[in-house]
């Protein structure tokens, strides 16, 4: 996410930190700087304008030159500003007393809305709360049929009928509800090509009838300072109370991200970052900033694995690996367990991404999942006990294994060795010779 901002970034930022001191000339030659790469990730012009202003006023308010460290100071600054140009704080989704709560989803065709729905309804039910959606595009073939495909993937009812009046599925939906005790209601709308007087029309019916606790307005981040002023133009008719910024898996440039609050003056409340069901994410502005300042996003990292590990790890599965590693008996049994933990947590692309420094490190090429994908292939061709005690694994055990996987030979010989390797740091660990450990990595000893 955010990759070419972030390491232009970069580039611009080990300028200033290559000074001891600056004078005024030398932040005025930062700023432009990064104007220009803030213009490059096409952020709107006249947010740009007020950003670099509001850094230089703040900076200079910051007795800068006579500062100790001049560079931490004005980088400091630009995080900040850049939180407060995506809203400062999270703002929420909000529910009503009444049941249901309505959330609209609207947008332009092909947004992401009835994806966003979907998602929406599966990550509020994380959250204790009870969702329905209804299927209310009447108007693309197979697009009801799309929504109840998804509801099903997620387990998440979808209200439909055949009517063909949006508003009346909506209303029928909403008593679907209250005798079903489904406390909020997704309702997916119908996208148009451009903004046309007819769709903007049978929202605002939707709107003024329906009641919603909720509008939010679906965008595709790819598309920049369009995903802008459709923003501005839906907000002018519909005065949705939240964004969702979709697709910013792809390269997006982060213009759309940068620019959309400061110009709708409306808060990104989610982003969509895959195609998948569970790629949906919060929006914060600050772990947001940290991701284009290039620290990476550990909060969300963290956050994510906690969603995983109370169910995958408890209490007893904790204690008999610890009780495994002591006794050196970490097998591919467990072994497969802690690659099936990982896959969880989403590609190995995403969480890489929340890592602090690995967007540098992998300088834009894409993660290889295949070798991961092939290691887990070769294991499940093991048999239980082949797992449990690898030393029984003889020629022709192998070559079953590598017929079975799809893999060659040398495949399973590489993960056999591997596995044996990782045997030893384990040991090595236990050994007390944590440094030694570390060497292998040319991490530097603690
Ligand atoms: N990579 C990526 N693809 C997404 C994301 N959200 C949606 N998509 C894809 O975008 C395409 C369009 O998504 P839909 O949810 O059908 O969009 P829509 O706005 O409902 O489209 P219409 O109903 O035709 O207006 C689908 O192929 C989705 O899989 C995302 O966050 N990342
Ligand atoms: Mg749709």
Redesign the pocket.
């Known amino acids: 996410m955010f990759e070419e901002l972030s390491n232009k970034f970069d580039k611009v930022f080990s300028f200033i930190r290559g000074k001891g001191k600056v004078t005024e000339a030398n932040i005025d030659e930062f700023l432009r700087e990064v104007r220009r790469v803030l213009l490059d990730a096409d952020v709107n012009y006249k947010v740009v304008k007020d950003f670099i202003q509001d850094v230089k006023n703040n900076v200079l308010s910051q007795n800068v030159f006579t500062s100790i460290n001049p560079a931490q100071l004005i980088i400091n600054t630009i995080n900040s500003q850049l939180i407060k140009l995506m809203g400062e704080k999270r703002t929420d989704i909000h529910f009503s007393n009444n049941i249901p709560s309505v959330i609209m989803v609207v947008?332009?065709?092909?947004?992401?809305?009835?994806?966003?729905?979907?998602?929406l309804a599966n990550y509020l039910r994380s959250k204790g709360r009870s969702p329905a959606m209804a299927a209310c595009?009447v108007y693309?073939p197979a697009?009801i049929e799309?929504l109840i495909s998804l509801g099903k993937q997620v387990n998440i009812p979808v209200y439909s009928d055949d009517s063909k009046d949006p508003l009346k599925i909506a209303q029928n939906a909403s008593d679907y509800c209250r005798q079903n005790f489904k406390d909020t209601l997704i309702v997916?709308t119908?996208?148009?090509l451009a903004i046309d007087e007819e769709m903007m029309r049978e929202v605002e019916t939707l709107k003024a009838e329906l009641n919603p606790t909720e509008i939010l307005f679906?965008v595709?981040a790819m598309t920049g300072q369009d995903a802008v002023n459709t923003a501005k133009e839906f907000h002018n008719r519909l005065d949705y109370d939240g964004i969702i910024l979709?697709?910013?898996?792809?390269d997006t440039r982060g213009g759309a991200a940068l620019s959309i609050r400061a110009v709708v003056t409306k808060p990104i409340k989610f982003?969509?970052?895959?195609?998948k069901l569970d790629?949906?994410e919060p929006f914060y502005p600050d772990r947001m900033a940290g991701r284009i300042m290039g620290h990476g996003d550990l909060t969300s990292l963290v956050e994510k694995a906690a969603e995983i590990l109370p169910q995958e790890l408890d209490e007893k599965k904790l204690k008999k690996l610890e009780e495994k590693l002591n006794k050196n008996k970490f097998d591919f049994n467990d072994f497969l367990d802690q690659l099936q933990q990982i896959k969880k947590m989403g590609p190995l692309s995403q969480i890489l991404s929340m890592i602090p420094g690995a967007d540098k490190m992998l300088k834009g090429r894409e993660v290889d999942e295949k070798p991961m994908k092939k290691v887990e292939a070769v294991i499940t061709s093991m048999t239980f006990k082949e797992r449990e005690n690898p030393n029984i694994l003889n020629g022709s055990r192998r070559r079953r294994i590598a017929a079975g996987s799809g893999t060659t030979i040398q495949d399973v010989n590489r993960v056999i060795k591997q596995f044996h390797e990782m045997q030893r740091m384990i040991k090595q660990m236990k050994k007390g010779k944590m440094n030694n450990f570390l060497k292998n990595f040319n991490i530097p000893n603690i």
């Open positions: 947008g332009l065709q092909g947004s992401g809305k009835t994806t966003f729905a979907a998602k595009d693309r697009a799309q997916d119908a996208g148009r679906v595709d979709t697709k910013l898996d792809g982003v969509g970052i895959g195609e790629a949906i």
